[in-house]
């Protein structure tokens, strides 16, 4: 059997447009590049930005809250009676179940965030400072309830480890520092 | 490479964008275009507490107990005063529940409705001095008044007007607790030492005195803030213990020991335990422990509550 193969045509391609053909490839190649470097910075200046006016808004009620706390307890009276002492202790109760709830609402939020991974560490220490200062005004709340079933000794001890807890939170606001400024300026946090 | 072979490339990333952005958020009702900030819940705002209900005070007509109180005062004379408690306020307290947590203790010598009751008798007992002297005389007065009233133990059915056993005597090992609220020392006319602390805590606190209970492990007595308490007359020295930065003397709220004047007479000479002296105590405990210092007004505070503000990321708000 005789098999007929058609002939395929010659390709000319001469010079000029195999150069311009492999121009038009790198520029392709070059544009998408830089395309995607802009939109990656572009990106994540965004999320740093999203972080930033997060942290922001927590600092902001933590403020609020810091307000609260320092006016209640610096105006607490040295001889109380004891309704005014319960009447305390009930605002105290109100003001750490606040704290709580603020905490958790701004950890909820900032754990949400999505950020560079230069970034990384910061949020992480960040939300470690919110977990124990939720962790404090749980005690205090804690504490409280104790006081109002007369369990002093309770109260006491609840406060002890809420006092324990706020050295954590300060301590992860130091980290949280260290690792903000070694995202900003490049390379890794320095040791404690 | 001519305009027509790139066409249909540039036609086909048009499609695509097209089907990414508009069709598919379409289909599964997301938002055309760019997407719009993240709904987030609302933040949480402070609410304060209520007010509490003030207190109805017990009526002044109502009916009540009338005790006369007799006791022997510093200068060796015989003193007597009267005390009225509403009986209500009396009932009250036998129906509330005791305290188990001996720091808490402090609620009973500070109770409100029975501060007016106190105030009254506070005054009498030691009324406004004009000289430091006087003032002192007064205390002491108050001291030996308390000191005077009988001894009887929790377990013992005489402590009570009722004959019985209240029935929040709480069984511990080794006997009943019951720890008196002042009325109802008062009315009873009887308690044992953490009753007498109790009364004794909640009148000084009523002449203005900063006083702390001091709890032994079979024993409770009081602690008056005093600085550099050294009487000329005292043989012993001043013991005193120290709370968050201030000295409390020890004052012992029973053990008035007393004797006849003579074998014939019944009139009893006092002998009061004074400020301080710990070493003349009988009570063991008194001389070799180191008592838990209980403040009347014990009110949780949290010793750190600084809130460090952090640096914002750059590009922050």
Known sequence: ?????????????????????????????????????LFTVYTEERQVAAFGSHVA?????????????????????????????????REFAAIADHGRAVTAYHRGIIGADTVPEAYAGAQSAYIRALDHLNRAFSLWSSAATAYNANACTAA?????????????????????????RAAEEGGEAPPV | MEWKDVIPVLAGGLVILVVALVVKPALLGEPIG???????????????????????????????SIRTLRWTSIDGGVRTTEVRVPEALFLERRETPRIADRLAWGRYALADADRPVLEDLARRIAPPAANPEEQYFRLMDLVFF????????????????????????????????????????????????????????????ALGYDTVLLGYSDH???????????PYYAKYTPKYFTYKGKHYYYVEGTAFTRKNLSTTSPVFQGSPFPIGNTQGSPIPSVKSETPQIIPLRSIPTPEDYQIHPVRLPAGGV
């Open chain 1, 1 to 37: 059997m005789d098999l007929k193969i058609p002939s395929l045509p010659k390709v000319a391609i001469g010079w000029r447009k195999a150069l311009t053909a492999v121009g038009v490839a790198a520029l392709v190649v070059a544009v998408a590049f830089i395309g995607w470097t």
């Open chain 1, 57 to 89: 808004a927590s600092e902001a009620d933590l403020a609020r809250v810091s307000g609260l706390v320092a006016s209640h307890l610096g105006s607490r009276p040295d001889r109380l009676s004891v309704a005014g002492a319960d009447a305390s202790m």
């Open chain 1, 156 to 180: 006491e001890e609840n406060l002890a480890r809420a006092d324990q807890a706020w050295g954590e939170y300060a301590l992860a606001v130091g980290d949280y520092d260290r690792e903000l």
């Open chain 2, 34 to 64: 760019s997407p719009g900030p993240v709904p987030t819940p609302v933040p949480p705002v402070y609410v304060p507490p209520p007010p509490s209900p003030t207190a109805t005070p017990y009526p002044e007509d109502g009916p009540a």
């Open chain 2, 146 to 205: 308390v000191q005077q009233i009988p001894y009887v133990p929790d377990n013992n059915t005489d402590s009570y007007i009722e004959g019985v056993l209240p029935r929040h005597a709480r069984q511990v090992v080794g006997g009943v607790e019951y720890q008196k609220y002042p009325v109802e020392m008062l009315v009873d006319g009887k308690g044992d030492c953490e009753d007498a602390a109790i009364l004794m805590g909640g009148l000084l606190d």
């Open chain 2, 220 to 230: 409770m007595a009081l602690g008056i803030r005093m600085e550099g308490f050294n």
